[in-house]
Antibody
Framework: EVQLVQSGAEVKKPGESLKISCKGS????????IGWVRQMPGKGLEWMGI????????RYSPSFQGQVTISADKSISTAYLQWSSLKASDTAMYYC????????WGQGTLVTVSS | DIVMTQTPLSLSVTPGQPASISCKSS???????????LYWYLQKPGQSPQLLIY???SRFSGVPDRFSGSGSGTDFTLKISRVEAEDVGVYYC??????????FGGGTKVEIK
């Protein structure tokens, strides 16, 4: 079964750093792009960026360029999304999904940033 | 970026009745390879989105045949022939013609009367 499993919920303070993960299984992890999607509370879906784990080629949505870093470790079939300095406005659910059809999706990681 | 506009914003449907959601793109989603990269997803309450329809009209594995997609170019429609209680949630269209620059529609919330 093709599956993406994300790391658990996080509660952080503004200014802290964070790295969340998305582990793929059941398929060749290095052969498919992985995308990250943000969903702010009560809002819609926003594409953040994608990575090709085979060679770590990474592309960002202009809205998120410079705000987050996407990476991958193909040796453990895991993609990452990280922040160096969180803001309250980063509070959201974050999903990973396999391209090109955005299927499957991970179960989501809820990130709460609050002082 | 391509803008995806969904209507209506919300829909209240009696079980067994049909429902229809429209999605319009600001540019044609017909690729030079002949495929049209328009997708439909359903996000059930408290869950991750799930793929329903890919390339306008192809039902994804396991999706009931009461769901159908149609359209071309810039105008697309998702139809549910007979809504069931399990169909509640938010439906999103998404364009994938210019990977990696995908964009989602704003979503249509479907609820049961």
């Amino acid at each position: 079964e093709v599956q993406l499993v994300q790391s658990g919920a996080e509660v952080k303070k503004p200014g802290e750093s964070l790295k969340i993960s998305c582990k793929g299984s059941g398929y060749s992890f290095t052969s498919y792009w992985i995308g990250w999607v943000r969903q702010m509370p009560g809002k819609g879906l926003e594409w953040m960026g994608i990575i090709y784990p085979g060679d770590s080629d990474t592309r960002y949505s202009p809205s998120f360029q410079g705000q987050v870093t996407i990476s991958a470790d193909k040796s453990i079939s895991t993609a990452y999304l990280q922040w160096s300095s969180l803001k309250a406005s980063d509070t959201a659910m974050y999903y990973c999904a396999r391209l090109p059809t955005f299927d499957p999706w991970g179960q989501g990681t809820l990130v709460t940033v609050s002082s | 970026d391509i803008v995806m506009t969904q209507t209506p914003l919300s829909l209240s449907v009696t079980p067994g009745q049909p429902a229809s959601i429209s999605c319009k793109s600001s540019q044609s989603l017909l690729h030079s390879d002949g495929k049209t990269y328009l997708y439909w997803y359903l996000q059930k309450p408290g869950q991750s989105p799930q793929l329903l329809i890919y390339e306008v009209s192809s039902r994804f594995s396991g999706v009931p045949d009461r769901f159908s997609g149609s359209g071309s170019g810039t105008d697309f429609t998702l139809k549910i022939s007979r809504v069931e209680a399990e169909d509640v949630g938010v439906y999103y269209c998404m364009q994938g013609i210019h990977l990696p620059r995908v964009t989602f529609g704003g979503g249509t919330k479907v609820e049961i009367k």
